[in-house]
């Protein structure tokens, strides 16, 4: 018998994308229209403009993803979609989207966590890797540290106390005059500053402790800015971004260490927008090896918001017959919670 064809949408910010899976991890297509430049010129998301644009954006993008797979609407079996965490908004088109679809082709619906669909893009990405792992997950809205028991079996290790990697990224190019998405423009600049120039604080250093903060390192970051300001100093910005973006690796790495320790896994799997940052990949892989576990992390276009991750989430979840039905709502502030 032929593997399952999954429809899956995603439309919980500034990404609408759909994409067709065959099974769980054979990916036919998977289109992604991105917003950023029409949020560049604000510095960030607008959320009204967000659901307007996946508006406009949702049906050509999921006839594309049909056609691009070389299947029909009518050989769809099931439609997973995003349904949280996101922007209200902006989820409302997706989810609206996929019911629409599952009721006039009568096939199944599932509901899937933005969050864990990051951790399943690696499945994508690895055909070979099983659970259990510990997934750090690290986006622009979130910051875990999850133990992935099983494809249906999840234990949250701590999270993040206040703003999550991504955005501590992105606030910190901000100030420094850097467009947005600041991630990879201080990943750009790093390279060339040096992550000793500056010591900035790390919160939340007690050992068992999988909880993040990144708030106050991000207000250190722009006290330290204000105050060469005033004394009249040019700060050498690659510097700062070096410096800014070790602290956050560190952390993380040290984190993720101990609750790979903790867990006695033997995988750890990256996962989220900030995955793409070449150097927290690039040390993580060698603080793997050092540890002799593991490493995985998503293909670059897979790291960022995509459907192709909804899809390989709601296969799985299918597979355990978890089904969501025509009420099925957006939930902006779903959370990553033990399943
Ligand atoms: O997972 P994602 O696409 O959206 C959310 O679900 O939040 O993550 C977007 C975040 C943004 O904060 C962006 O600045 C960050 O991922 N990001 C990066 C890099 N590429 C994207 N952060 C650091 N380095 C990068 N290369
Ligand atoms: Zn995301």
Request: a neutral charge.
């Amino acid at each position: 018998m032929e593997e399952k064809l999954t429809l899956a949408i995603e439309s919980s910010c500034d990404e609408t994308s759909a994409a067709v899976l065959r099974g769980g991890r054979t990916v036919l297509s998977n289109i992604i229209a991105t917003q950023i430049p029409v949020h560049q010129k604000f510095g960030g998301v607008v959320p009204e403009i967000a659901s307007r644009k996946h508006i406009v954006n949702i049906m050509p993008v999921i006839d594309e993803a049909i056609s691009k797979a070389g299947v029909e609407l009518k050989d769809i079996d099931q439609v997973a979609v995003t349904y949280g965490p996101g922007l209200a908004g902006a989820l409302l088109v997706g989810v609206s989207a996929a019911k629409s679809l599952a009721f006039s082709l009568d096939v199944p619906l599932i509901g899937v966590n933005h969050l864990e669909g990051h951790i399943f893009a690696n499945f994508i990405s690895h055909p070979d890797l099983k659970p259990p792992f510990v997934s750090l997950v690290v986006s622009g809205g979130h910051t875990s540290l999850v133990h992935v028991k099983g494809y249906n079996s999840f234990s949250l290790m701590g999270q993040t106390r206040d703003d999550a990697a991504g955005e501590a990224f992105d606030k910190v190019a901000r100030v420094m005059g850097l467009p947005y998405p600041g991630g990879p423009q201080i990943d750009r600049l790093a390279k060339e500053g040096n992550p000793e120039a500056i010591d900035f604080p790390k919160a939340l250093q007690n050992k068992g402790n999988y909880e993040f903060s990144f708030s106050g390192l991000k207000s250190a970051v722009l006290n330290y800015l204000n105050s060469m300001k005033l004394k009249g100093i040019e700060v050498n910005k690659a510097d700062v971004a070096a410096s800014f973006q070790n602290t956050v690796i560190e952390v993380l790495i040290g984190k993720a260490l101990q609750a790979i320790k903790e867990t006695g896994c033997n995988t750890l799997v990256l996962a989220g927008g900030v995955a793409a940052n070449s150097s927290l990949e690039a040390r993580l892989r060698a603080a793997a090896e050092r540890n002799n576990i593991r490493f995985c992390y998503p293909d670059k276009i897979l790291c960022t918001d995509n459907a192709a991750m909804i899809g390989c989430r709601g296969y799985y979840q299918a597979e355990a017959g978890s089904f969501s039905n025509l009420y099925l709502n957006a939930v902006p502030g779903l959370a990553l919670q033990d399943v």
